[in-house]
């Protein structure tokens, strides 16, 4: 869940060249790059063009980060193991801030220039097509995060007086580490982070030894197994209050609250545990290996679906919320956007299950939450922005999450129970630890309901104006 959105970059992006930045041109001569020009800046979204890199794919993170909260200090040493998709002279990384100290690609040292938040890795030696390489980057500072852009407020890296609350959607992870910073290129990670004895550090996926104490300081090793957006990584540090278990069904279950929210640390776990179990019956098999859920006392005002760890900014999540930031689990985590568009991909499916939950615990059906927004005029700003296509400049819109949330059970209206939640479940495995776009979810639904539904789709998605019911349903 986001409710805002990131303007800091938009000026880059509106005077940006609309290249599409995946390819990198085979120059003969390995010159300096003209800022304008230089190659493989941007992933290939339209809409956030400078975002994430073209010409490679990355296939495993190995972050080593030791922080110190007092002083503010990341002391970093990326490794980013990636393969090669064509020729590439030289290659982007996405950083900002921090000295960069030295670059090394498969051990050797490597020329690099930075423009921005771009840093340009220029190998020693040309990598071939399909040649799969490592470069590591060791750089340190002070992280700043992306602060009070319009909507979004803060987000990244952001110190706090015992620790760090990091929470990067939709392009903070460059304020913590080199990276493709864009959903489009997923990856495993392992995170080795060291921290002064008495603070714990979170990461995404699963402890893989027992902390180690040396010197008055302690180094925690986390790693997530699954494919990965860099936006949802994170290393949340501090003082929590841990409690672990399973879930009745036996997922691993990891609670951390703030000591400020300590009172709030048994039903987090508790109803993490429940909502994603109950997730599994609706959307099909949990797709990671742990669930779980962190309450910070930085108060963000959000909450952010870390990859099995979602993060709740200073407050203590209602049941609902649990139930969307774990529903972003399968949906935006397990099955990812492409091109930030497509959002409503991620957070249509969330917000219908709130409205699930609340159906399934005996509150409000979908169906009366579905008719209380409908009942809104034909005036009202959601009507005349179509969810189906997030803007860059109000990406995360209320239509993208309510309106999406009500194509859904339009969707479900049309098709009847059981064919929408054999949609649901079909999309979820077909898809699984991959990427999604709406066109795939408008075939699938067609496919399986035997259905003609682009009329049905295109009035919730892609009108600017209030969809009519009668013709419709
Ligand atoms: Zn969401």
Redesign the pocket.
């Known amino acids: 869940?986001?409710c805002a959105v990131l303007l800091t970059l938009l000026g880059a992006v509106a005077c940006a060249p609309s290249s599409t930045g995946a390819q990198v041109p085979p120059a003969a001569t390995p010159a300096p790059a003209a800022p304008q020009a230089e190659p493989g800046r941007g992933i290939g979204d339209p809409d956030f063009p400078l975002d994430g890199n073209g010409g490679y794919d990355v296939t495993r993170y190995h972050l080593k980060i030791g922080y110190d909260p007092t002083a503010k200090h990341l002391n970093g040493l990326t490794s980013i193991q990636a393969k090669a998709t064509q020729s590439l002279p030289r290659f982007n990384l996405d950083l900002s801030g921090f000295e960069v100290g030295k670059v090394e690609v498969d051990g050797a040292p490597a020329r690099f220039e930075r423009s921005g938040s771009e840093l340009t890795v220029t190998p020693a030696k040309r990598l071939r097509e399909n040649h799969a390489f490592t470069v590591t980057v060791a750089y340190e500072g002070t992280p700043k995060p992306v602060r009070d852009s319009s909507n979004l407020g803060t987000y990244g890296f952001i110190p706090t007086p015992d620790g760090a609350f990091v929470a990067c959607q939709p392009n903070g992870a460059k304020t913590w580490f080199p990276s493709n910073d864009h959903p489009a290129d997923k990856a495993r990670f392992d995170f080795e982070l060291t921290v002064p004895r008495g603070v714990t550090a979170l990461a995404n996926g699963e402890q893989t030894r027992q902390p180690v104490t040396n010197g008055g300081k302690t180094t925690f090793t986390w790693s997530e197994k699954h494919p990965m957006a860099t936006y949802l990584a994170t290393m949340t540090l501090g003082k929590f209050e841990l409690r672990q278990g399973t879930t009745a069904t036996g997922i691993p279950n990891l609670a951390a609250v703030d000591p400020q929210f300590a009172s709030a640390l048994d039903d987090l776990y508790a109803t993490s545990g429940e909502v994603t179990d109950y997730w599994t019956k609706v959307f099909g098999p949990y797709p990671f290996s742990s669930t779980g859920g962190v309450i910070d006392d930085f108060a963000a005002g959000y909450a952010l679906?870390n990859q099995t760890k979602p993060m709740y900014g200073g407050f203590r999540p209602a049941e609902s919320i649990i139930a969307?930031e774990l529903a972003?689990q399968w949906f935006g985590n397990s099955l990812s956007v492409r091109r930030w568009r497509d959002l409503w991909l991620?957070?249509g499916f969330?917000t219908y299950a709130e409205w699930l939950w609340s159906e399934h615990k005996g509150r409000a059906s979908a169906e009366s939450v579905f008719d209380g927004f409908y009942a809104r005029p034909a005036s009202d700003p959601m009507w005349t922005y179509p969810p189906g296509r997030a803007l860059p400049d109000d990406l995360f819109n209320e239509s993208v999450y309510t309106r999406g949330g009500m194509a859904l059970h339009a969707l479900r209206k049309a098709v009847g129970d059981p064919v929408f939640f054999k949609i649901v479940k079909e999309w979820t495995a077909r898809y699984k630890y991959g990427y999604v776009t709406t066109p795939q979810l408008i075939a699938l639904a067609e496919q399986l309901s035997g259905k003609q539904l682009d009329e049905l789709f295109d009035a919730w998605l892609f009108e600017p104006r209030k969809p009519v019911l009668s013709s419709l349903r």
């Open positions: 869940m986001r679906e969307h972003h991620n957070e969330a």
